[in-house]
Antibody
């Protein structure tokens, strides 16, 4: 059974940093692309960043480019999102999501999410 | 960036009725790069449809997807009480992935 478990969310001041983790199990983690998708309170879904499975190419939304870094540790089956220079508008539930079995960037499994609150 | 516009914003129907949800792209999207998700309150989204018309594992056959180019549709043939929630479309044909703003399906 595929499981994705996010952690690392919390309250951080504007300008601060936070690192999110997503522990994966139930599939061959190293061969699949992985993503972060966020949802601000009461709002819709926003894709944040993705990492391809085969060659670790990274992709970012313009809203986080230069501030966030996605990475993975295949030995630990874990995906990360390093978030720097956080802003109030980064406040959201952050989900990690696995790409589809054919390697395309739709999301067939999602974690339960971790809440990041940026506030002074 | 490809902008996806979903309509209507809210759809009011009764159980047993047919629901038709629309997703329009600002530029052409290959049909293999369009997905639909369902999200219930307090839960993560669930994949319903990928490649515009392929049902994900475990999704009931009352859910179907169609469309091409810039116009895509999610159809729920006979609404069940558990179907009244929010639906999102997503395109993955460009390096910047985007979602529609969502359609809320409510009980009339």
């Amino acid at each position: 059974e595929v499981q994705l478990l996010e952690s690392g969310g919390g309250l951080v001041q504007p300008g601060g940093s936070l690192r999110l983790s997503c522990a994966a199990s139930g599939f061959m983690f190293s061969t699949y692309g992985m993503n972060w998708v966020r949802q601000a309170p009461g709002k819709g879904l926003e894709w944040v960043s993705g990492l391809s499975g085969s060659d670790d190419i990274t992709y970012y939304a313009d809203s986080v480019k230069g501030r966030f870094t996605i990475s993975r540790d295949n030995s630990k089956n874990t995906l990360y999102l390093q978030m720097n220079s956080l802003r109030a508008e980064d406040t959201a539930v952050y989900y990690c999501a696995k790409t589809g079995v054919d390697g395309l960037f739709y999301f067939d499994y999602w974690g339960q999410g971790t809440l990041v609150t940026v506030s002074s | 960036e490809i902008v996806l516009t979903q309509s209507p914003g809210t759809l009011s129907l009764s159980p047993g009725e047919r629901a038709t949800l629309s997703c329009r792209a600002s530029q052409s999207v290959s049909s293999i790069y369009l997905a639909w998700y369902q999200q219930k309150p307090g839960q993560a989204p669930r994949l319903l449809i990928y490649g515009a018309s392929n049902r994900a594992t475990g999704i009931p056959d009352r859910f179907s997807g169609s469309g091409s180019g810039t116009d895509f549709t999610l159809t729920i043939s006979r609404l069940e009480p558990e179907d009244f929630t929010v639906y999102y479309c997503q395109q993955y044909g460009s390096s910047t992935l985007t979602f529609g703003q969502g359609t809320r399906l409510e009980i009339k």
